[in-house]
């Protein structure tokens, strides 16, 4: 039943036991025996008063109706994902109160449809660019077995073409790796300590690795600066930040500091176009992708990297403004500053 109909049925009953009851309370006060003349009249008020009632609840129940329309419509909307926000002036607190609900319920759906939208396209690329990476190296194995089957293959250029298929081989061996390590990475399990900075860095990272002659890693981090982070993540982080570094500069320096509370790695290398900045923190995505495959990483490094500082309540980003190589910023979400 609509809302018009049943404010019409129920003013219509409430008006007619008022009208009787009113009647005859009124005879019954005044002590006037009721003959069968006033009784006709009664009868007669009631029949004109009761047309009244209807046309008034009649409009009462139609603008009723239209405000439960307006919410009805504003769902249908809704469920058809259109999020227009409703701020016209209303009468009645409760329909204010409904439609500043759905405001906020549209927002939120808003905010999340776009972020699942988002998500998506950002898995179909991953799982587009991880079909791709593998096909090419298993394409090629099998292409080679098909030439040793058919006797295509001389003895001479046999070990050549093993050797090719080995090589094949280890790098979906290093792509799953990857791909394990970036699942792995999306894991929230955060064990936060305080770290020394200064310390960790010589005796976990640069101890670790071996720069090119021409290149001198620098850690210019103060005895006192320190970081809440899981320490394996970090490790990793950092790992990551300065193998790149080291690919990517042929000579000059590789330095870790702090700077206005962020921990940087920046190196004298090629550098990065600030077009590529936000790209290159994408999972599978490297900015030359016409160099030789099995040479270069598949672009999960920095993907990986990023999830790990997300994890710490960290961001991790590329300086635009940099133009003597590359320089990465670790820090903070809230941009608060790391104790130095
Ligand atoms: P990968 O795992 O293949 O090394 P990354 O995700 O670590 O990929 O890096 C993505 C891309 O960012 C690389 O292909 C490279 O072109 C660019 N890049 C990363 N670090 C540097 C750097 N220090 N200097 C110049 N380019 C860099």
Redesign the pocket.
Known sequence: MSVKKLLLISYIIAGLLISIFTAFMTFYIIDVPIGMKMFSKIVMTIIFTLPLIGIVSYLIGSYFSKKFIGIKNRLFQIANEDFTLYNREEHIGEIVDIHQTLNSVAMQLDKSINELKEKNRELTWMVHSFAHDFRTPLTIIQGNIEAIEDDLISQEELPTVLKKMELETNYMNELLS?VLCFIQSMKSVVKKEDIQLKEFIDREIFALITPPKRVALINLINENGTIAFTKTDLKKILI??V???????EQGS?TIELQNGALV?Q?T????KSV?CE???????????S?NRLK??????????KNLAQKNDYLLE?DTAYKN??K?LLQKENYEHIDS
Request: proline share 2%; with cysteine.
């Open positions: 990857d990551n930040l193998g790149n570094s080291i690919k990517f500069t590789i790695v190196d290398g090629i550098g990065i590529e790209k290159i923190f994408q999972p599978f995505y490297t900015v030359d992708a160099k270069s990483g598949f672009g999960l490094g920095l993907a990986i990297a590329c190589g590359c990465i």
